[in-house]
Every structure is written in structure tokens, then in C-alpha cells.
């Protein structure tokens, strides 16, 4: 028994370390986006996305402000009712990227600064480790028509993914 145990560990360690990663195709491996580079490299994202489960729908919504702030709303509704909303910036300031999502019945309706810590040709991670939940924001270019987001963390001391597989609605 103990050694199923210990099998089933060291099976599961890979499986949690990689949970939140789909496999793309990344032509570069880079810390950081190249210098200078603004928000260009997300310009794809500016678009309308949806994911419809039954009746749950997530809608998220961006737009190019300038060359260094992105403006976006997400919403999810049931049945026709919001059940949820925030809004959403992405900036690209002193060489950092920072996804910065508010949400006005959390963090006392402040916004909460996470910082992309990699990039490649399509997966973009943000991470704020001091963040209650979650502490990291995933967006994944899987083709030009859809996108991926997970966004993961401990609540609580409890490990917890949520994960949408969103389409671009055509202009």
C-alpha cells in the first residue's frame, strides 16, 4: 500500500507541476518581451472573445488604448443574469508587462498587479505571488480564432484552476 502511495506521488508532482500549461508552439523562449516592444506583441488579443457552457457565458472584451495600455471587460452570465464582472488593463510600463484586472467586490475594489514572468510566440504568464487567488493568470494563443486562459492559485491553503477556452467572435 505504501509503495502505491509513493507511486501515485511521484506521478501526480509532474502532472500538478505542469497543470496549468498547454502545449504550443513557441518559437522563443525568452524571459521577457524584447525591448521597446510595448504591447505589440499582444495586438492579436484586441478583439472580442466568448465561451459558452449551457447557459454560462464568459465574455471578454479588449481594446488597444495605445501603444501601452490595453482596456478590457470580462463578464460571465447566467441565463441571461451577470454574475460576474471586472475590469481589465494591460500595461506595459519601465520594461515590465502588468495584467491588471479590478473586480469591485474584491480586494476593496482595488486592482491587483500581475506581472508577466515569461512569454514566448503565444503563452503569456502573469504572477502575483503575494495575491490571496489567484497568484497566477495564464493567456494562451492556441490558433488566431482561440485563446486560452487559466487562472490558478491556493484559496484558502486548497489549490484551484479555472480554465476558459474562449473564441474570437468575428467583427
Known amino acids: 500500500m505504501i509503495k502505491l502511495i509513493k507511486l501515485f506521488s511521484l506521478l501526480l508532482i509532474p502532472i500538478v507541476i505542469v497543470s496549468c500549461t498547454q502545449p504550443?508552439?513557441?518559437s522563443s523562449q525568452d524571459?521577457?518581451?524584447p525591448e521597446n516592444s510595448g504591447l505589440k506583441p499582444f495586438d492579436w488579443l484586441c478583439e472580442h472573445w466568448v465561451e459558452e457552457k449551457g447557459d454560462t457565458v464568459f465574455h471578454e472584451i479588449w481594446t488597444k488604448t495605445n501603444d501601452t495600455v490595453f482596456a478590457g471587460t470580462g463578464c460571465m452570465l447566467v441565463s441571461g443574469d451577470t454574475v460576474f464582472s471586472e475590469k481589465l488593463r494591460l500595461e506595459y510600463r519601465?520594461?515590465?508587462t502588468y495584467?491588471?484586472?479590478t473586480v469591485d467586490d474584491q480586494n476593496n475594489g482595488n486592482p491587483v498587479f500581475f506581472t508577466l514572468f515569461a512569454?514566448?510566440?503565444d503563452t503569456f504568464p502573469f504572477e502575483n505571488k503575494a495575491h490571496d487567488y489567484p497568484?497566477?493568470?495564464t493567456y494562451?494563443?492556441?490558433d488566431s480564432n482561440h485563446l486560452y486562459v487559466c487562472v490558478d492559485g491556493t484559496d484558502k491553503?486548497?489549490?484551484r484552476k479555472e480554465e476558459f477556452r474562449l473564441k474570437k467572435i468575428s467583427k
Request: hydrophobic letters at 25%.
Open 135 to 137: 497568484q497566477k493568470i
Open 94 to 96: 519601465e520594461h515590465e
Open 119 to 121: 512569454s514566448g510566440t
Open 24 to 26: 504550443v508552439n513557441n
Open 157 to 159: 491553503g486548497v489549490y
Open 99 to 101: 495584467y491588471i484586472p
Open 140 to 142: 494562451v494563443r492556441t
Open 31 to 33: 524571459n521577457k518581451l
